[in-house]
């Protein structure tokens, strides 16, 4: 059973870039598909991105495109979600997610495992 940590959220100004980490362990890695989704106060929590296992296949949320990059080293268990251009709608809790299945899904409740989240705060 794999355990998941995310790192890198802090407060920014807008326009300003950030790398989020989500540290795996306690599981193969590479067995997992991951996920990033987002979530805000009162709000359900939204699909960004997700990734297989391999790095091979990426998919996003149009609101994301062109903005974020989702990555993966399976070598470090770790997986990473690059931002860039950071608007004050992207302000959220930002949530790694994973699942043992081949095919991406971006349904949250396709996944199994989830980190505790990290804050994404953009001011104006």
């Known amino acids: 059973q794999v355990q998941l940590v995310e790192s890198g959220g802090g407060l920014v100004q807008a326009g300003a870039s950030l790398r989020l980490s989500c540290a795996a362990s306690g599981g193969t890695f590479s067995n997992y598909q991951l996920g990033w989704f987002r979530q805000v106060p009162g709000k359900d929590r939204e699909f960004v991105t997700a990734?297989?296992?391999?790095?091979?296949?990426?998919t996003y949320a149009d609101s994301v495109k062109g903005r974020f990059t989702i990555s993966r080293d399976n070598a470090k268990n770790t997986g990473y979600l690059q931002i860039h251009s950071l608007k004050p709608e992207d302000t959220a809790v930002y949530y790694c997610a994973a699942r043992t299945a081949l095919h991406i899904r971006i349904t949250s409740t396709d996944y199994n495992y989830w980190g505790q989240g990290t804050q994404v705060t953009v001011s104006s």
């Open positions: 990734i297989n296992w391999n790095g091979g296949i990426t």
